[in-house]
């Protein structure tokens, strides 16, 4: 956006006479974000700009206020003591400005820009994928980009939009909004071919005498009988450690071990005959999953939109 600077009764000492000069605000927004990302790369992704768009920004803002606001160098970028000035005195103003935006458009309804998206792959696969294509095809101005994180990432830290973790129990009290969105059925798996050759498990207890499959941060395996009694199998070794279920579910189908996944992810190898669900007289503790958000005071429309359609999906009400 290019406005016409408000004449000043004085000179600017520092950065020189803005005086009827034309003023590119999207240059002094592109500097904050470098600062603000650490650096020219970051703050072009951050932006959905090409690098060289971003530095080209830089450039002609320092040749407007006629001074060096970067220290570059092959590693990192450093604020000279004009650039440092210069942020700290818009550094508050266009954070306020993007915020305002952004409850601008979430009033409005406007479904577009680029949605952020981390997700474990065996959540993602089944759920998250079908619904942002359904989104997409739907409005044409919105962009996902969905990144695979097998563990829970801070979205405030991350700069993603929603942020999914998988896990055990809850999570604990931070800044970030969390939503429970589903509990997610889980079983123990094997191949016909494994059970031929070491016996299929009449107990959960039999489970410690086959080799097992698990996920990176499984310690226990926790089955529920049908009288509502528990039995906890510990995990302290196991053949195959992988925070990928898809990694442990073809490991699980080559005859290797027992893997503990989620029901819907092992459905079609179930359905092939290359995988048997076993204990079925147990119940597995299940997965919960929670929609991780920044701490916006008002959400954006395409955040709204794609949890309301995820919601859909699973016949709830978020």
Known sequence: ???????????NKLFGSLDNDAMNWDDYDV????IEHGGFSAAARAMDRPKSTVSASIGRLETELGTRLLERTTRQVRLTEPGETLYQSIGVL???????????????EVVAGTLRIATPYEFGAHHIGPVACSLMARYPQLKVRIDVEHHAVNPLEHRYDIAFAMLDAGLPASSVVQRRMFTLERGVFASPELLQRLGEPVLPQDLSSLPL??????TKWTFTAADGTSEAVPTPTSRLNSGNADVRLQAAIAGLGVARITATFCEQAVRAG???????NYTCAPLRVYALLPGKRLMPAKVRMFLDALGEQAGIEI
């Open 274 to 280: 290359k995988l048997r669900r076993l204990l079925t």
């Open 213 to 218: 499959l698990c996920g990176s941060a499984d």
């Open 94 to 108: 266009f954070t306020g400005l993007r915020e305002a935006r952004t409850d601008a458009l979430a009033q409005g």
């Open 31 to 34: 500097f904050c974000h470098v």
């Open 1 to 11: 956006m290019r406005v016409r600077a408000i004449n000043h009764p004085g000179p």
